[in-house]
């Protein structure tokens, strides 16, 4: 097959009548135009042009040529343009899966910092527990997602954006609100606790670093919220300890309404990850996104 460059050229001569015009208009030197157009006329097997003193005029094989070859330059603008036309979409949409702490406390500021960087941008976000961003991500219904596990999900390629600790809190009036040693971690195992649901990053760090230290299955939650926000409530309240992200507790230590609890050797430092799919790399917003995070 002729290459499309080569039929752009020998109908730029059919309509202008010159190979030098010709040349001008697609952008190319007159010897290289002339070498092209050989090139073609080899590959095709008959003469396309002849040249005279006044141009060059197409010969009978060159017209039956530029005939064929006008619908094949026409379908290759139109894919030219649908191809610009999704790229110009992927780089005008961007689709954010996020876990809670994560949607909360941290990406309001990186979407703003990319609103201002890019205003054109349409972001839409969805809040889910880790294990379902990990997932959507995955079957790719969200360009990027944020996660908050112990570790990178299976088959996703992931970042560190932040780090994050785990906090046990209590109401004030709590007994261990008022215990000067440390709780031992089989006795916070024993507890019935405020928690997430299963899926959550934050029960899933909770339940890891107390299986390393910890013998048996731990109590069954006292209750299971699906929101930072209904956590803190009931911690408030009076319901029993809660294990939340130090950034969600941080203004509530701060005015006395929680007291953070000091447990006896139990790791919970956590890292929060950008998550896309294996074997790709986030472009156009995601990665602009990803770049506001500081990685």
């Known amino acids: ?130 294990t379902d961003v990990a997932a959507r991500v995955l079957a790719g219904e969200a360009d990027l997602g944020f996660t908050e596990g112990s570790r990178s999900p299976r088959g996703l390629d992931s970042a560190v954006v932040a780090h994050d600790r785990l906090t046990v809190v209590v109401a004030p009036g709590h007994p261990w609100a008022r215990r000067r040693r440390p709780v031992p971690a089989a006795e916070l195992a024993a507890t019935p606790l405020v928690q997430r649901e299963q899926g959550s990053g934050t029960r899933e760090v909770l339940a890891a670093a107390l299986g390393k230290l910890v013998d048996g299955e731990p109590a069954a939650p006292l209750l299971e919220l699906a929101s930072t926000t209904a956590l803190k409530a009931a911690a408030v309240s009076g319901a029993g300890p809660a294990v939340l992200s130090s950034l969600a507790v941080a203004d509530d230590l701060a005015a006395g309404r929680l007291i953070a609890v000091e447990v006896a050797d139990l790791p919970l430092a956590r890292k929060l990850r950008a998550v896309w799919r294996h074997g790709t790399q986030p472009r156009g917003p995601a990665r602009e996104l990803l770049s506001l995070t500081g990685q």
Do not use: H
């Open 1 to 130: 097959m002729p290459d499309l460059p080569a039929l752009e050229l020998l109908l730029a001569v059919a309509r202008l009548g010159s190979l030098g015009k010709a040349a001008r208009e697609v952008g190319v030197s007159q010897p290289a135009a002339s070498a092209r157009m050989r090139t073609l006329e080899r590959l095709v097997g008959v003469p396309l042009l002849e040249r005279t003193p006044r141009g060059s005029v197409l010969t009978s094989a060159g017209l039956l040529v530029t005939d064929w070859a006008r619908p094949l330059l026409e379908a290759a603008d139109e894919l030219d343009v649908g191809l610009a036309a999704l790229r110009e979409d992927q780089n005008s949409r961007l689709r954010v899966e996020a876990s809670l702490t994560v949607a909360e406390y941290l990406l309001p500021r990186w979407l703003v910092a990319l609103r201002q960087a890019r205003p054109g941008v349409a972001v839409s976000l969805r809040v889910a527990n880790s």
